[in-house]
């Protein structure tokens, strides 16, 4: 077959040309991808439910990652997708500052997540550890252990029966007080 009449028929023979660099191109996006997944960084806490707090309490869980670029790593928090102080303008959880440690050729990255009296809304709102290197990115979800924040106990109301009046003390009808 002549090159004038392959370019006009499309098929397999039209595609030959291609395929050897279709295939060298998808071999060597497999090949960049491994050695970029082992560049990617690596969360190392909050893997673990972490330990719901009682409500109202003063709280703060870590997000610590590895990544083999110490000047170009992100580490930073999301509460249900948008960044936390967008979240949270009254600053009543807050994210600390990133603390980095050397390790060989990687570093530690470690940031905090402050609650300044923990509450039903923190513990409904998603909170996300983002870290993010030119390999990749990585996230880790908070999750409270266990469900339910721990209850405040509301003092128990005192019935009729639970007072004991003593006999100089006149007795007061709780239906009939207003108070």
Known sequence: MDPATARRRPGVMGAVPWLPLVFLCGCSHFQSSDAA???RPEIITPLKPVKTPGLGKRFS????????????TLIYWLANGSFVED????????KGDVITEPRGTRVLLTR?????AFSR????????????NPAGLEKALVRWDPERPAQISKPQQET???VQAPESTPTVDW?????
Do not use: G, N
């Open 175 to 179: 239906a009939e007080s207003t108070d």
């Open 87 to 94: 979240q949270y303008p009254d600053k009543a959880v807050s």
């Open 160 to 162: 009729r029966q639970d």
């Open 112 to 116: 905090e997540l402050h609650f300044r």
């Open 121 to 132: 809304r923190d513990w409904s709102t998603s909170f996300l550890c983002v870290v993010r």
């Open 61 to 72: 869980v870590s997000c610590q990652a590895q990544s083999p670029f110490p000047r170009m």
């Open 37 to 39: 997944s082992s560049l």
